[in-house]
């Protein structure tokens, strides 16, 4: 159970650089109840790996297991394992939140009886009552991200996709989005989370992927990171192990 990704590549092409890897022959694994963070700067290649785990980019090659379930061959199943949240997650500008949460529990069958208890429950938690009525074109950048994230975990999925969930954000409310995300560990569900923002993944994660240029160069808990690289801090580790690799390869 959980998610197994084994050899995950992706080729683009743009004009500039032409065909390139975005992200080249990542393997991991997240269980139930484990966060695993995939940390790395803009460009590394997080969201391109969360978005073909998330049945919305195609990989070149490799495999994906959602659940048991296949990402390419058996993308409706998945979808219904996850929720996924990302900054750059348009939501339906004229809807108000309610009615955003409302619709994507419905899309998702989640029991009509328990919805709007549900939809209330998460509101509270996430600070969005003063504003679950209004429409989402009159939200600011950290309200509308809180709505994203209501809607990745309206239908209770056991798995959460989570793309740099508190980019944006105030120190508040990236707060209350860690303290959701430690609750959702301790309910049991899997977390792939992603960040390029170091104490986070430090605070948050079971396990830490290093992600750069396409390539996971390091994965561990933080203490196995810390022994492989003799740093303490993890921007130290960071560098540490995307520098060595570089000039290993050269
Ligand atoms: N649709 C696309 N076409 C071409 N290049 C892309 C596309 N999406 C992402 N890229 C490129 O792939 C690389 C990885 O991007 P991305 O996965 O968004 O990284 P991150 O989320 O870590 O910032 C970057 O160089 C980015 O410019
Ligand atoms: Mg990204």
């Not at 580790?237 to 000039?247: E, H, R």
């Amino acid at each position: 159970m959980g998610i197994e990704v084994n050899g995950l590549s992706r080729i683009f092409h743009d004009a500039k650089r032409g065909e390139f890897y975005a992200v080249n022959n990542v393997s991991f694994s997240c269980k139930p109840g484990e966060v695993f963070g995939l940390l790395g700067p803009n460009g590394a290649g997080k969201t391109t790996t969360l978005q073909m785990i998330s049945t919305l980019v195609k990989p070149t090659a490799g495999s994906i297991k959602v659940n048991g379930y296949d990402s390419v061959k058996d993308p409706l199943a998945v979808r219904k394992q996850i929720g996924f949240t990302s900054s750059d997650t348009g939501l339906y500008e004229r809807l108000t939140a309610r009615e955003i949460l409302t619709y994507f529990g419905r899309l998702h069958k989640f029991p009509e009886s328990e919805l709007a208890g549900r939809i209330d429950a998460l509101a509270q938690k996430l600070n969005m009552t003063d504003f679950i009525d209004t429409r989402s074109h009159k939200l600011s950048t950290g309200m509308k991200q809180k709505v994203s994230l209501a809607r990745a975990m309206v239908h209770d999925p056991p798995i959460l996709i989570l793309d740099e969930p508190t980019s944006g954000l105030d120190v508040i409310t990236s707060q209350t989005v860690h303290e959701i995300v430690q609750e959702l560990r301790n309910q049991g569900k899997c977390i792939v989370f992603s960040t390029h923002i170091m104490n986070e993944a430090e605070k948050l994660c079971d396990r830490i992927g290093i992600i750069y240029d396409g390539i996971l160069h390091a994965i561990g808990p933080l203490e196995e990171l810390q022994g492989l690289t003799g740093q303490k801090n993890l921007e130290e580790i960071f560098l540490n192990v995307v520098q060595g690799k570089a000039s290993a390869e050269r």
